[in-house]
Antibody, heavy 118, light 107 residues
């Protein structure tokens, strides 16, 4: 069974940095692209970023381009989201999701809450 | 970038009713459209992908249709456990784009 588990969320001050991790189990990690999606409190879903199975290609939403960096460590079956220059409007639950072979997001983690506040 | 316009934003219906939610793309996206259900406090779950393919394990009362720019999610007979917010997702290429969501409530 595919399981994704995010970690690294917490309280951070505006302008600060945080790195989220997403560890997988139950599937051939290196064969799948991975993605990050967030949901601000009471709001809808927002796609943020994706990384190819090899890690050689990365993609970002305009809202986070230049501030967030996605990466992966295949040896550890983990994908990361480094978040810099955080703002109050980055406060959200952050989900990692697997990109299926048909390109939609098929499996999601439980999410980790990031709160940006002084 | 492509814009995805989902409607309505909310819906109040009775158990047993037929429900239709629409998603319109600002340009043709072939059939690269998925539908997700998010129950309160829960993780989004995929219902439909490739516009009309039912994900394994999803009840057959859910169906999807459309291609190009106009897409529809239909619940043939609403059940109490279908109370949730529904999102469409464009996924042909990055950036992926979610619709604004449709909150479905029981009358």
């Amino acid at each position: 069974e595919v399981q994704l588990l995010e970690s690294g969320g917490g309280l951070v001050q505006p302008g600060g940095s945080l790195t989220l991790s997403c560890a997988d189990s139950g599937f051939a990690f290196g064969s799948y692209a991975m993605s990050w999606v967030r949901q601000a409190p009471g709001k809808g879903l927002e796609w943020l970023s994706a990384i190819s199975g090899s890690g050689g290609s990365t993609f970002y939403a305009d809202s986070v381009k230049g501030r967030f960096t996605i990466s992966r460590d295949t040896s550890k079956n983990t994908v990361f989201l480094q978040m810099d220059t955080l703002r109050a409007d980055d406060t959200a639950v952050y989900y990692c999701a697997r990109v299926s072979t048909a390109d939609y997001l098929d499996y999601w983690g439980l999410g980790t809450l990031v709160t940006v506040s002084s | 970038d492509i814009q995805m316009t989902q409607s309505p934003s909310s819906l109040s219906v009775s158990v047993g009713d037929r429900v239709t939610i629409t998603c319109r793309a600002s340009q043709a996206i072939s059939n690269y459209l998925a539908w997700y259900q998010q129950k309160p406090g829960k993780v989004p779950q995929v219902l439909i992908y490739s516009a009309s393919t039912l994900e394994s394990g999803v009840p057959s009362r859910f169906s999807g249709s459309g291609s190009g720019t106009d897409f529809t999610l239909t619940v043939s007979s609403l059940q109490p456990e279908d109370v949730a917010t529904y999102y469409c997702l464009f996924y042909k290429n990055a950036p992926y784009i979610f619709g604004q969501g449709t909150k479905l409530e029981i009358k």
